[in-house]
Each structure stands twice: as structure tokens, then as C-alpha cells.
């Protein structure tokens, strides 16, 4: 099955070089240097640019903070976020689940504005799931996780979902293809495989290494060794975790907070072009 994904995603990356993509991971608490579980997003879009806004509580919904898109200006849709209850999701496009609905797609977005305004943890977001109406209109791998230790991605079609609990003592890489889905279409296989290399051999693993190590940096996908300067060819097809097309790197973690009286919940971010955009770090104190 590597095999022939391989040789499709190759062929895809070719002919479409511009296919919305994303690389992202769950770092498990046990294999975290501060003993939170993380989530990472290295963003790639065909919108021009985003931003991270703050959402106020109401009485029926949780303030929360999500990056959006910069021509959505009233923030209706995340590409991942965080809440005050410790719960955080982000997605990566999925092209080898079953074919999306030609009648409602493109609901990612809206889906998970809808769990940061109303989920705890994990299961919440499985219960969610499973009360929305068919067709979802996604094929995505969700990436979520929670303030009590929960950590799951939900490999996730127009009529359900696979779930992936993600133990603390395992990192978990996702992109553009899903473990539970087809052997075509399977985009994104050398970016997922630089990102095992970079995070799977380190005992410990923080949200700076993530976004300074990984997603500033330059790194082939045969040899997994640092470039200065990335082949035409390679950075094209999409190969690199950096793209012309990348837009944002974000990681979020939870974590006691210094009073040890509470938890912080912190996003890393980099809401623009990840090789040059500085970092701006966000927290929500519960």
C-alpha cells in the first residue's frame, strides 16, 4: 500500500501543485518536555493570509481563540484553536477517504468553530460528530485534544469517522492522506516521513523545536538532512513541510500553570510565512 501511494501522490503532486495541504502532529504528554500533550499544525492554503482572534464566552458558548482566514472578518470558521476549557482542535485535507458530497463540502471550518464554542475534551467532540447531520461535508483528519490528557485524531468522511486515540508516550503525524482510507490520492507521504524523522527518535519534544527545527527549516525528503536553499523541483511538488503556499505554524499545549493552582493553555504562533514570520505566544489561564 506505501508503495502505490507513493507513486499516486507523486503523480498528483505533480499535476496539482497547488492542492491545499497541511503536515501536523500529536505529541503525547510523555514524550513532551514541559508534560503537556501538544498539537501542531504547519498550515498550507490557497487563502493569501490568516489571522488569530479572540472569541468572547456567551451564555451558551466557551471563549476561545482559532485562526481564520483573513477574508473571513467575523471569524466564522477555525483552522485550529483553543478554548478555555483545554480543548483544542486543527485539521490536515484528507484525498484518499470515501468521495465528499457534491451537495455539502468544504464544512471543516465551521465544524470546528462549532467544537471550540462548545466542547471539553475528546469524547465532546466525538459526541458532536456523531449528533451532526449526514452528509458532514468534510474529508479531513481532526487533531484534538484536551485538558485531561486526551489526544485523538478522527479520520473523518462525509458519514463518520475513525478515531485514533494517541497514547502519552507516542507522537502521531498526520497530513494529507488517512491510515483508514483508500491507496489513491495519498498526498503528503514525504512530509509526514520528515516529520517522523524529525520527532519520532527525540525523547522530549517542545513547541520551539517544532516550529524553529521543522517548520522554518528546509528539509529533503530522501536524505532528512537541513538545505539552504530548496530544490525548484521538490518545492513545486510539495515535498517540503515549508511551501509557497504556507500560511501559519501553530502549536498548542496545556500545562500547569507557575501558582500550580490552575492550568495555561498556551498557542505558539506563527501567522504567516513560517520561514519569516516572527512568534507570537498566546495564553488563556484558567
Known sequence: MYLRC???SLIVSLLTPTVHAC????VGAGRSSTGATLLWKHRDTGAKGNYVARHAATDST?????LHNDTDTIGQEAWIGMNLAGFAIMNTASYNLAPDTAVVKDREGFIMS????????VDEFADLLDRLPRPLGVQAN???????GGACYFETN???YIRFDVPDNEIVARTNYSHSGGNEKCLGISREATANYC????????????IDSISRKYIDPVTFEYVSLPDPVLLKKGEYIPRPISTASIVIEAK????????????????????DTPLEIITFNQ
Do not use: H
Open 6 to 8: 507513493f507513486v499516486v
Open 114 to 121: 462549532m467544537a471550540l464554542r462548545q466542547c471539553r475534551s
Open 23 to 26: 503536515t501536523s502532529a500529536i
Open 158 to 160: 462525509d458519514n463518520g
Open 256 to 275: 500547569l500553570s507557575e501558582s500550580g493552582d490552575g492550568r495555561e493553555y498556551i498557542m505558539w504562533s506563527v501567522a504567516g510565512f513560517p520561514p
Open 62 to 66: 466557551l471563549e476561545y481563540i482559532a
Open 199 to 210: 520527532l519520532q527518535p527525540r525523547k522530549k519534544v517542545n513547541a520551539g523545536y517544532i
Open 142 to 148: 481532526f487533531g484534538v485534544i484536551d485538558a485531561y
